[in-house]
């Protein structure tokens, strides 16, 4: 079952609460909320405050991405505003072990991400310990980019190592998915797909998520 998580970065912040409740009527799965610090990438997004507040709007899970330096500092502070998943970059983490435990600690699913040009040797070790690996197909900062077709292999390459070590990993790819790059990114073993500008640019938002959704 493939799944949508809609990223409100390509949403009209003005009207963020209605803009959530749009994708929610449409059948998205899950909130891809984009943190970003302006140090670790370079832009600016939301605080705690802000996910706390869009917690009571909607039941949709809430996919938070951290693009922070210094991750371990925002874990608390977002697992109260109302995170159920939060996801690490590697590039931020030294100590990514003890960070994820923490993570679980908290009662909160685990990802692990990674920027296009980090390997995948880098997550080896916590493989067994993550219940999804989100691979950014875009250098992470922007909505709109362009997908980077080298990420395929290493999407493929991920689902691999999942199932040779008979693990029950979800595999997240963020950045220039449209119905188009969907097929690509599936058929190479992705299952969890997070599109922006595709879905909140769209005519029509539930048509855009099924044909994304390959439904
Ligand atoms: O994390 C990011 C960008 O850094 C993404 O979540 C974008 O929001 C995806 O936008 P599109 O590429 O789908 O427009």
Redesign the pocket.
């Known amino acids: 079952m493939i799944k949508i998580s809609p ?1 409100i ?2 949403a009209d912040f003005s009207k963020l609460a209605e803009d959530i409740k749009l994708v929610e009527a449409a059948g998205a799965d899950m909130l ?1 909320i ?1 943190i ?1 610090d302006g140090h670790f ?1 370079p ?1 600016l997004t939301f605080g705690p405050p802000v996910v706390a507040a869009i917690r009571k709007v909607t039941t949709l899970l809430f996919d938070v ?1 951290l ?1 922070v330096n210094n991750p371990q500092d925002f874990i608390e502070p977002f697992a109260k505003a109302g995170a159920d998943l939060l996801t690490i970059h590697v590039e931020t983490a030294p100590h990514l072990h003890r960070i994820l435990q923490c993570v679980r600690e908290l009662g909160l699913k685990t990802g692990v991400s990674l920027n296009p040009a980090t390997p995948l040797s880098s997550i080896e070790e916590v493989l067994g310990d993550v219940d999804m690996v989100l691979l ?1 197909t ?8 362009k ?1 980077i077709p080298s990420m395929i292999h290493k999407i493929a390459k991920l689902k691999k190592m999942i199932d040779e070590r008979n693990l029950k990993v979800d595999i997240q790819v ?5 119905p188009v790059t969907a097929r690509e990114v599936v058929a190479a073993g992705a299952n969890i797909l ?6 909140y640019q769209a005519d029509d938002i539930k048509k855009a998520i099924c044909e994304i959704r390959g439904t």
């Open positions: 990223s970065l390509s891809h984009d970003m990438v832009n991405h693009m950014m875009v250098n992470p900062g922007f909505g709109g980019q997908f963020d950045g220039g998915i449209n997070v599109a922006g500008s595709a879905i």
